[in-house]
Nanobody
Framework: VQLQASGGGLVQAGGSLRLSCVASGKIGRVNIMGWYRQAPGKQREVVAQITYLNTTNYSDSVKGRFTITKGTAHNTVYLHMTSLKPEDTAVYYC??????????WGQGTLVTVSS
């Protein structure tokens, strides 16, 4: 599975961005897609996930501000980010996984939030 992420950029605090990730290749039906981020000097952390049943999970730091959704073709996942804060600045990575089977990562897209 290959992932292509896009949509990062520079935004002022309080602004919004939408990240997109398109998965291609042998995509299994039972999967979890999600977004992770890694800020400078910090470990990669999960931001949001969505399962093949469309159940979602968010980190506490983004609840109420970020929304993860899937496209109609189910091989695309979006991260709608609102009320952005400088601490949201990071490289955001798209992830696709089927537990115990495979785990793929996109190339990362940089989000910079200025104060």
């Amino acid at each position: 599975v290959q992932l292509q992420a896009s949509g990062g950029g520079l935004v002022q605090a309080g602004g919004s961005l939408r990240l997109s990730c398109v998965a291609s290749g042998k995509i299994g039906r039972v999967n979890i897609m999600g977004w992770y981020r890694q800020a400078p000097g910090k470990q990669r952390e999960v931001v949001a996930q969505i399962t093949y049943l469309n159940t979602t999970n968010y980190s506490d730091s983004v609840k109420g501000r970020f929304t993860i959704t899937k496209g109609t073709a189910h091989n695309t996942v979006y991260l709608h980010m609102t009320s952005l804060k400088p601490e949201d600045t990071a490289v955001y990575y798209c992830n696709y996984k089927r537990p115990t089977i495979d785990d793929a990562w996109g190339q990362g897209t940089l989000v910079t939030v200025s104060s």
